[in-house]
């Protein structure tokens, strides 16, 4: 079932999508989809192949996956902060087809293109034109907005998202399709399973603020994107849209909490009710300070790129169980182990944790296929992950946190 066509039909005149003062109605969005994804198709794009997406914050970085996702490849994110060299070899390493190009990095992608000898078509985002490359607003122009045939067994797509590469070279986490079931099961507990009004205030090339984006419009919901964070501007942001949902990591959580209290007393926040932190360590006085602007509205979770969301600490336990990560998310399995493999005894230490997920990549990239993959009892992946340590808190084998 296409998703996003059922909300067209149901709702069409309702806002999905929003980037500053440009929107998208539902109508309009699964028009602009299809036009995208046909002009792609029309190009070569086939399915199972994998699209790099460089571009900034805005609503086409928001709608281009949405695109590739419906012809049945798989949207690749590209981080903004590689310099060129790494990002040839992420264009290199992904195998990419088709690559999305945003204003920004025109410049980055002219110094290596002629080395991205497996690139067959580079697609400009924004004000430049190239000879060398087709512009969106031409293919959204002259694109059918005709639906693309559905593939069941995709699910609600796939994507791949790179790692930051901090033990070697960057691996790309491939999710060929994702199950609509888990989706909900995540959604329901963070009570986003419904329309709602989702900001994204982190760059969408990060696996967290794309997906919440993403699952945001398989509810029906609508998506507002910052182009670039700033603290009183998100604030603004809530106010104005009426924003009922966010996810930050907590660097941006604190330089809201870090404003003057009369800045943030102009704006009324009280829409907001599910304010989701991850990516880092978030300090106890940023959440307490959070707890105070936003009321008790604080979700964190814990995990990875490869695996998704492990553990979730929910709002009435983040300020009971300081350090805690929370208890495993749903269908998700944890082993905490020693130094030498052992699964640890609650209320121990433990220098690596295991996570099996149905969340978990399903494949990686060459680099990681050559390594092979641990398989649990229950047949989901395994995935090691170094160097954490839960505090004030253990994790059983099942994963319930005490």
Same mark, same amino acid.
């Given at each position: 079932m296409d998703v996003l066509a059922a909300h067209a039909d149901r709702a069409p005149d309702a806002v999905a999508l929003l980037d500053g003062e440009r929107q998208l109605t539902w109508r309009g969005y699964v028009a602009q989809r299809n036009r995208l994804g046909n002009a792609l198709s029309r190009l070569g794009l086939a399915k199972g192949e994998? /699209?790099? /997406?460089? /571009?900034?914050?805005?609503?086409e970085t928001v709608l281009v996956p949405a695109a590739v996702r419906a012809v049945g490849a798989i949207p690749v994110p590209m981080n903004h902060r590689l310099v060129a060299d790494e990002v040839l070899y992420i264009l290199d390493h992904s195998d990419a087809r088709a690559v999305f190009v945003g204003d920004l990095f025109l410049r980055t992608v002219e110094r290596i293109r002629p080395a991205a000898v497996k690139v067959r078509s580079w697609i400009l985002v924004g004000s430049e034109r190239r000879p060398w490359a087709e512009h969106v607003d031409d293919l959204l122009a002259g694109g059918d907005p005709a639906p693309l045939p559905e593939d069941p067994a995709q699910g609600l797509g796939g994507s791949m998202i790179y790692t930051g590469g901090t033990t070697g070279r960057p691996k790309g986490a491939l999710r060929t399709a994702v199950d609509p079931t888990v989706t909900r099961?995540?959604? &329901?507990?963070?009570?986003?399973? &419904? @329309?709602h009004v989702h900001l994204v205030a982190g760059p969408l090339y990060h696996s967290a603020p794309g997906s919440f984006a993403q699952f945001t419009h398989v509810f029906g919901g609508t998506v507002v994107v910052m182009r670039k964070f700033d603290p009183e501007d998100a604030l603004r942001t809530i &106010?104005?849209?009426?924003?009922?949902?966010?996810?930050?990591?907590?660097?941006? /959580?604190?330089r809201i909490v870090d404003l003057p209290e009369r800045v943030r007393a102009r704006y009324d926040v009280s829409s907001m009710r599910v304010l989701v932190v991850a990516a880092a360590p978030c300090p106890t006085r940023v959440k307490e300070q959070a707890l105070a602007v936003f009321g008790p509205v604080l979700w964190e979770f814990y995990g990875s790129t490869e695996l998704?969301?492990?553990?979730?600490?929910? @709002?009435a336990d983040v300020l009971r169980k300081p350090g805690s990560c929370g208890r495993a998310a749903p269908g998700v399995e944890l082993l905490l182990l020693d130094d030498a493999g052992r699964p640890v005894a609650p209320g121990r230490p433990a220098s690596s944790t295991c996570a099996a997920s149905p969340g978990c990549s399903? %494949?990686?990239? +060459?680099?990681? +296929?050559? !390594?092979?993959?641990?398989? %649990?009892?229950?047949?989901? @992946? $395994?995935?090691?992950? !170094?160097? $954490?340590? @839960?505090?004030?808190?253990?994790?059983s084998a099942t994963g319930s946190a005490t």
């Open positions: 994998h /699209v790099i /997406v460089y /571009v900034q914050n805005s609503l099961r995540y959604m &329901e507990l963070f009570g986003l399973a &419904e @329309p &106010e104005r849209r009426r924003c009922t949902s966010t996810f930050m990591a907590p660097t941006l /959580v604190k998704g969301i492990n553990t979730i600490l929910q @709002p399903t %494949a990686t990239t +060459r680099m990681t +296929r050559r !390594r092979g993959r641990r398989i %649990a009892a229950s047949g989901l @992946p $395994w995935a090691t992950l !170094r160097g $954490w340590t @839960p505090r004030a808190s253990s994790t």
